[in-house]
């Protein structure tokens, strides 16, 4: 290939540049998207488009079949990650709404912007099948918005929106390939969708549930020669969820998400190396993404669908998720408040954007048009729902108190099952430790402090030394140990 009259070698090399200063861009302006309420995602995408052909990049990049693969790669490890950091006792108390939400709310919520469409000219098979595309929440958008920007929001409230975005995906993706083979097909969707749907989403979680339980013994049993080789492995055992349950008639992201949270309520090997690189890989994978979806985005032929597509947008947002989402919770008795926030905060993000590559490889009628709306609506979606998080988070006072982040971090990183465990405590005058010293306080036999962060200070534990309001003390003790600690010291940061 030549760029520009250049060598293949040096073309490749000014593409990497060039590709690597628009990570450096996004990483750097992150922080203030973060703090304009703006999901960082959406910097992400936007600097894709001025990347692409259509902008000041000039790059050619219109293969969506690649786009898709490495799409659905990257949700992968997004899912994946978003499920290691969801506890087992959030999804226990917050499955049911999450559930009936990701199943009946995206097929409301697809009926709905179908009807819109079709009031809006579009012929009824190209509605329904864009209603399918946006019907979901978007994972990654949601996790760059809740742990991205640390916002804490209540305890219902938060596991019940990072559970749907979670478990939504496979509800849209099963439902947009079925209108998609419809239409290519010439037949129409049939009564099949009534057993296919729950089939699948049953084979995807017992495959996700075996393979994390399988997963979970493996990684405490096998013994490697570095630490990086864990999260190999833990890449492969995501890369296996998705791809088992894919080939057995099941769904694969739910596979992986559930797969993800089997592992993550479990003690492992190497756990805060493993969180802190699948952190990392969730993010980079955010970042390319929405840069090669961008890419994807001709901004010449944007205006024509300008009026339809931000029609459908303010639709969803204040009808469409609204409405779904309130008729989905009126069994589970959640208060105005929380179910206004709830309406609200229905983000749209890569999914979307990837599911519409589909029509448009399947060769459907007016399938870039229908891209370019679902481009529309993400981009619309996040500057005002997105946008307005963290405001109306305020305004409902559906915030939690978060205690503030140590300034420094301690942890024990191993290869082998450890029996024991260092947690950091914050300190407030609720506590009985608060203004005692270490002397005072009978902790269990074999547990002790070992490092107390106070500010910008790290203090050596001494008997002498005394635990003041705001500090973070970090505590070694035995897991059987746990509950007695908790009495004196609260719960554990970042449990």
Known sequence: MLLLGLTEPTATALLLTVLGGLLAISVLFSRAFDRLGVPVVLLFLLLGVVAGSDGLGAIPFDDYDLAFRLGTLALILILFDGGLNTSVSSVKRGLAPASVLATLGVALTAALIAVCAR???????????LGAVVSSTDAATV?????GGRLRLRERVGRTLELESGLNDPMAVILTTAVTASMTSGGGLGWSLLWQIPLQLIVGGA????????GRTLLRHVRLAAGGLYAVLTLSIAMIAFGGATVVMGSGFLAVYVTAVVLGGAELPYQGGLRRIHDAISWLSQIGMFMMLGLLVFPTQLPPVALQGLALALFLAFVARPLAVWLCLLPFRFKPAEVLFLSWVGLRGAVPIILATIPVMAGVPDGMRIFNLVFFVVV??????????RWVTRRLKLEAPEAPVAAAALEINSMRDLQG???????TPALAVCDASLSQIRFPEGAAAVL???????IACKGATVLRNGDH???FFRREDR???ELLFGGPQGA
Do not use: D, H, K, M
């Open 421 to 427: 465990v260092i947690a950091s405590f914050y300190v």
């Open 452 to 458: 107390v962060v106070r500010g910008e200070q790290l």
């Open 119 to 129: 009031l809006l000219g579009i012929p009824w098979a190209g509605a329904i099948l």
């Open 143 to 147: 996790f760059a918005v809740l742990r």
């Open 483 to 485: 509950p007695f600690i």
């Open 207 to 214: 495959v996700g549930l075996a393979i994390g339980f399988a």
């Open 473 to 475: 003390v970090y505590v």
């Open 380 to 389: 619309i979606n996040a500057l005002i729902p997105g946008a307005t998080v």
